[in-house]
Structures are given as structure tokens and as C-alpha cells.
């Protein structure tokens, strides 16, 4: 019987639909590698501005190295917004997001 694969989920709520939506764009646009034995979801729940990952991987390792890779890429879009400051309402990047 094969093992059951190891799971980890992330919700990160953010002040506004709208913020959650620029990160969600910004971060989906880095997919897994095929072929590493790691799957990732993503869910924006634009109701309460959250944004939901989900992994699944085999091994421990490859699920670690992901979620920390991940961490890391958002830790850079907090920062990034936090400097930016607010999405201003009528902005061509909010109105594509």
C-alpha cells in the first residue's frame, strides 16, 4: 500500500479584495516544475480578500523547499505593496487584476 501523500495549507488575508487579487497575480505566475512530485493550488476567496494554497507532495523534502520557495516569493509582494502603498482605485494595473 502506497503512503499517503503530506499536505500543507496557507490562508493569507490581505486588507482588501483588491490587494488579495494583485499578490494572487503575482505569485500564480510562477507554477511548479513538472516532474518534481509536488502539486499547488491556489483559491482566492475574494469575499473576505484572502488568498488559500494548497500543496500535496510525496516527500517531505520536496513539500518544504516549495512552501519555503513560496514564503519567500510572497514575503517579496508584502513588501512590494507595503511600499507601494494601497492600489489606487482606476489604476490600469487594477482594472487588468
Do not use: C, K
Not at 490587494?19 to 510562477?30: K, Q, Y
Amino acid at each position: 500500500m502506497g503512503e499517503q501523500p503530506l499536505g500543507f495549507e496557507l490562508e493569507v488575508p490581505f486588507p482588501s479584495a483588491r490587494e488579495a487579487r494583485i499578490a494572487w497575480a503575482a505569485l500564480s505566475a510562477d507554477p511548479e516544475p513538472r516532474g518534481r512530485g509536488i502539486s499547488r493550488v491556489e483559491e482566492l476567496r475574494l469575499g473576505g480578500g484572502t488568498l488559500g494554497v494548497r500543496w500535496s507532495a510525496a516527500e517531505a523534502r520536496i513539500l518544504r523547499v516549495s512552501v519555503s520557495s513560496y514564503l519567500d516569493h510572497l514575503g517579496l509582494v508584502l513588501r512590494t505593496m507595503d511600499a507601494f502603498g494601497p492600489p489606487q482605485p482606476g489604476s490600469a494595473q487594477n482594472n487588468s487584476a
